[in-house]
């Protein structure tokens, strides 16, 4: 059972364009939603993370926007850069569960 | 701090034989990860461990077992392998179950 649905799987956006990325979630215990960045031979970083008494939280030109009815939540990033190419994976735990639940990630491709 | 550090980087085995996987933290985080990064499949938890001496099953724990008799290392071993688990592995650890996870830089490992 996938506990954390992201799409989708691969984009391509222009520099300076929208990267929008998406996740669905089922379980209405999550209460924790990082997003994590990896780079090609790298391990992952956390980029951003919201909980859910917030709608919105923007950290430059990454803002996650949560949507606690609908169970989703998305990454935008603005004015996107090449160096923002990485892989990108959101995830999502409960404060009773010692677990973090990552989405299959998506590979986020910027062209100059 | 050197953060988060996994030993070896690289390894090739063959079917069948055994080897163990370090990962070291300076951080004194009592929270400890070991993933799986397969294409397509995102991050899998395979064992994780919440304090000295504490080990708990993931989502794919078969074929791998876990010790972590020091609060700074957790050790992931392999105790017959087989090409199926020939993947990219990742440590993380974290102060809670909810902050950042810290990730190691991981070990390919190849199963022929």
């Known amino acids: 059972q996938q506990q954390v649905k992201q799409s989708p799987q691969s984009l391509i956006v222009q520099k300076g364009g929208i990267s929008i990325i998406n996740c669905a979630y089922e379980n209405t215990a999550f209460d924790y939603f990082p997003w994590y960045q990896q780079f090609p031979g790298k391990g992952p970083a956390l980029l951003i993370a919201?909980?859910?008494?917030?709608s919105e939280k923007k950290e430059g030109r990454f803002t996650i926007s949560f949507n606690k009815s609908a169970k989703q939540f998305s990454l935008h990033i603005m004015d996107s850069q090449p160096g923002d190419s990485a892989t990108y994976f959101c995830a999502a735990s409960s404060g009773s569960n010692y677990k973090l639940t990552f989405g299959k990630g998506t590979l986020l491709t910027v062209n100059p | 701090n050197a953060g988060v550090t996994q030993t070896p980087k690289f390894r090739v085995l063959k079917t069948g034989q055994s080897m163990t996987l370090l990962c070291a933290q300076d951080?004194?985080?009592?929270?400890m990860y070991w993933y799986r990064q397969d294409p397509g499949m995102g991050l899998r938890l395979i064992h994780y461990?919440?304090?000295?001496?504490?080990?708990a099953k993931g989502e794919v724990p078969d074929g791998y077992n876990v010790s972590r008799l020091k609060k700074q290392n957790f050790l992931l071993g392999l105790e017959s392998a087989a090409p199926s688990q020939t993947s990219v592995y990742f440590c993380?650890?974290?102060?809670?179950?909810?902050?950042?996870?810290?990730f190691g830089p991981g070990t390919r490992l190849l199963v022929l």
């Open positions: 919201i909980r859910p008494d917030v």
């Open positions: 461990s919440v304090g000295e001496g504490t080990t």
């Open positions: 951080m004194n985080h009592e929270y």
């Open positions: 993380a650890s974290s102060s809670t179950s909810q902050e950042t996870q810290y």
